[in-house]
């Protein structure tokens, strides 16, 4: 039997059946000897152990198209990243160190800044200009107001999207716009493994339309981004990619070297100034990463 895994907590596996329902799983030992761990998103092959009580065993994971560690989940098409435009005032830094692990892994993604209802036109333009001139779909919603959630939907449509976002910015406001029926999904499996939904912080797949399906993913206040080098940074700012031809030195790193397109391209007002400052944050971090 085949279905997908719509949660994982505690080491239980939430697998949903086409058609049956959600069978609670343990995932083989093999997996753990192995060092692979199943992630929301996985499709997989399941043994049944006690139909009436919907217990089973995944016994293996079919071949993954994409999978992301942070958030950790599998089989997505693109991200949908959101911020509030204030309150809080947006972590641009964050931001982009998201975006940084988004382009990595040569996954679309798509920003989406809520509370446009209590933002000025001027704010919103800034937003815009900074980030739509690097190539990025940027939408602008209120989830309270009900503002801009068709637009989000039509982006949505057909696809897995992964949400992910900082706490607060009005994640779980979206997700009830967009799939009314959310908190009754999320009560019915919390009910199942006698949980309260505010104990856990996991990531979980919730049906919007047919074909179409959101993965709820805890917010975070930090993320790393280690795992890469100074010297690679760049390639992950996108608009920096047009101008690099104008650098005087191969391999320039855009910091400071003298005849640098980038750096004239910033003076310039064509790359945003705030992007380019956190790439010269970005760049002194990793710089400073012992590598072994």
């Not at 009436?52 to 991200?79: W, Y």
């Not at 790393?224 to 010297?231: G, N």
């Not at 608009?239 to 790193?253: D, S, V």
Request: proline share 4%; with cysteine; aromatic share 8%.
């Amino acid at each position: 039997m085949q279905g997908k895994i719509i949660k994982g907590i505690a080491g239980f596996y939430y697998v949903h059946v086409e058609g049956q329902g959600v069978y609670e799983c343990k995932a083989k030992g093999i997996f753990r000897k192995e060092h692979v761990k199943p992630l929301v998103g996985d499709n997989v092959d399941l043994d049944v152990l006690n139909g009436e009580k919907m217990l089973g065993n995944i016994r293996s994971i079919l071949p993954r198209k994409s999978a992301l560690l942070r958030p950790a989940v599998a089989n997505v098409d693109q991200a949908l990243i959101l911020f509030a435009i204030v309150k809080p005032n947006p972590n641009f830094n964050l931001l982009d160190r998201f975006l940084i692990r988004m382009e990595r892994q040569s996954l679309p993604t798509i920003i989406c800044f809520n509370k446009q209802d209590i933002a000025t036109l001027e704010e919103k333009d800034s937003l815009r200009k900074a980030y739509e001139t690097c190539g990025y779909h940027v939408l602008f919603i209120s989830a309270l107001e009900n503002e801009g959630i068709e637009s989000v939907k039509a982006l949505l449509h057909g696809k897995t999207t992964t949400l992910a976002g900082p706490s607060g910015v009005g994640k779980s406001s979206l997700i009830n716009r967009l799939s009314p029926t959310a908190n009754m999904q999320t009560g019915a499996i919390s009910e199942k493994i006698e949980r309260g939904r505010h104990t856990t912080r996991h990531s979980e797949i919730i049906a919007l339309v047919e074909e179409s399906y959101i993965v709820d993913t805890p917010g975070f206040t930090s993320l790393a981004i280690s795992e890469i080098t100074k010297e690679e940074l760049g390639r992950y700012y996108p608009e920096f990619l047009q101008y690099e031809p104008a650098c005087k030195f191969r391999g320039c790193a855009h910091i400071s070297e003298p005849f640098c397109g980038v750096k004239d391209a910033v003076e310039a007002g064509k790359i945003s100034s705030v992007r380019y400052e956190n790439y010269r944050l970005l760049y002194q971090e990793l710089k400073e990463v012992k590598r072994y």
